[in-house]
């Protein structure tokens, strides 16, 4: 009979019972299920709900059932619904009667809700601890790279020269940004809504507070409407995942257009590339692509809880039996993504040559001819013209900036002198900006120091 069967005379349709069982993807919950009714049953003894050596042995059946799960011993029940009733279930098998009682003044609503505050509350832990590894590798493959000229890129056509490192450094802002989204995101999770029960509370005297406390929660939802209907910190996780992996998508298109014959500014390991069943030339970047399409599925996820979430009325309702797959898929994919770019960064070789050579071209040094008329005395505005007209002239005469003679440039304006082609060096183009946040080794090294700093902080 079912737990719930006491108002039902018929049995539940047998597809209807697999359609809306949720143990085939909830059964990850058992430690969190277990950890909440641990917490529960304790605190129904410590307020004389139920007696202290009732709450005893509940709570040391629940440990055991903990390791058999553990150990591989238990079969769930599909006809049992959910996580929290086959549990009930086996938990009852122990204790016969008693067993019965653990579910005194709460519901299933309110216990999943703790469970997915519990469950999510450890895996935003392991994405940062994840974040922290992989900014580590940033800053240690920038350390290496201060001198490392490259071209800066707009609309991914040759910018402004700068270095490996200051590009590196610009990943480390955003993955940095997302430990700070899923710091907040878990703070902003970490309330109890245990004790909410079904929508309004319990007529039974608990203690909320105490078995907030006992979960490690800074303490109870403040409305049991809201305790079990909210799914905010869920949508909130999936929200930064989805940036998290805007960001890691990014860096992979970089270095799959980075690892083409046409750059060849990196090499992939072995160990992360693979080949053609065709081509024997072949070397794929598919672990790149592999989370650049990924990305897609955490999106996905993402709009379909918001759109589950969005037309119901309070407080539970079944709909919501969904967000668990959709977060599940998506916290998944978002610690293999991690787990796989990591070490892929870590080994990839950096050819610093072809950087070089491909920073030299493209009229790169041009904002800094112009930059350099401007230290003269000539308008922005117009030492830009200048620069436009020259950079037009050269590519008549398929010339670079720096090929120019000086009679060739006084055409255009005679405040270039010969210290010019010294502004514009490739070297001095980089090493010229200095301003904070900026390529120039200088500040790139301050950059570094200030990033360690924080790590330090965070660890």
């Not at 707009?154 to 700068?162: F, G, N, R, S, V």
């Not at 490996?164 to 970490?190: E, G, T, W």
């Not at 255009?412 to 090493?431: G, K, P």
């Amino acid at each position: 009979m079912k737990l719930w069967g006491g108002r039902f005379a018929g049995t539940t349709d047998k597809f209807a019972e697999d359609f809306q069982s949720s143990i085939g993807f909830d059964q990850r919950l058992y430690r969190e299920d277990i950890q909440g009714s641990i917490a529960h049953a304790t605190m129904l003894g410590s307020q004389g709900i139920i007696s202290q050596e009732e709450a005893r042995r509940i709570c040391q059946a629940l440990q055991e059932i903990e390791k058999e799960i553990q150990e591989g011993k238990v079969v769930f029940n599909v006809a049992a619904e959910d996580i929290h009733m086959n549990i009930e279930q086996l938990l009852t098998e122990k204790l016969g009667e008693l067993g019965k009682k653990l579910h005194t003044a709460r519901s299933r609503n309110d216990q999943i809700a703790v469970d997915m505050r519990l469950w999510m509350r450890g895996h935003m832990a392991e994405v940062r601890e994840k974040l922290l590894d992989l900014e580590k590798v940033l800053l240690r493959k920038a350390e290496e790279h201060v001198d490392t000229v490259m071209p800066g890129y707009t609309h991914l056509q040759i910018a402004q020269p700068i270095t490996f490192a200051h590009h590196l450094l610009a990943y480390v802002q955003m993955f940095h940004r997302d430990r700070q989204r899923l710091a907040d995101c878990s703070r902003r999770m970490n309330q109890s809504p245990l004790g909410s029960g079904a929508l309004a509370g319990t007529t039974f005297p608990i203690d909320r507070r105490q078995t907030a406390a006992a979960l490690g929660f800074d303490a109870p939802t403040a409305n049991s409407l809201d305790g079990v209907s909210d799914r905010d910190f869920l949508l909130e996780y999936m929200a930064a995942a989805s940036i998290l992996m805007m960001h890691l998508s990014r860096f992979c298109e970089e270095i799959i257009l980075w690892s083409s014959h046409e750059y060849a500014f990196v090499t992939l390991d072995d160990a992360f590339s693979t080949g053609s069943s065709i081509m024997p030339q072949k070397k794929n970047p598919d672990m790149a692509e592999l989370i650049r399409g990924k990305t897609g599925r955490v999106y996905g996820n993402l709009m379909g809880l918001l759109t589950v979430m969005k037309g119901l009325p309070l407080a539970y309702n079944k709909d919501m039996q969904e967000d668990k797959e959709a977060v599940f898929e998506a916290a998944d994919t978002v610690l293999a993504c991690l787990t796989v770019f990591i070490p892929m960064l870590d080994t990839m070789r950096i050819n610093k040559q072809n950087m070089r050579n491909a920073a030299g071209g493209g009229f790169i040094n041009a904002t800094d001819m112009a930059d350099y008329l401007v230290k003269r005395g000539l308008p922005f505005r117009d030492a830009h013209g200048v620069t436009g007209r020259l950079v037009l002239y050269c590519e008549a005469q398929k010339k670079e900036l720096g090929q120019l003679t000086l009679e060739e440039l006084r055409r255009e304006c005679d405040l270039f002198d010969e210290d010019l082609y010294q502004a514009i060096s490739l070297q001095q183009c980089v090493a010229a900006r200095e301003s904070e946040g900026g390529p120039a080794p200088r500040a790139v090294l301050a950059a570094i120091r200030r990033a360690k700093e924080e790590l330090e902080l965070s660890e």
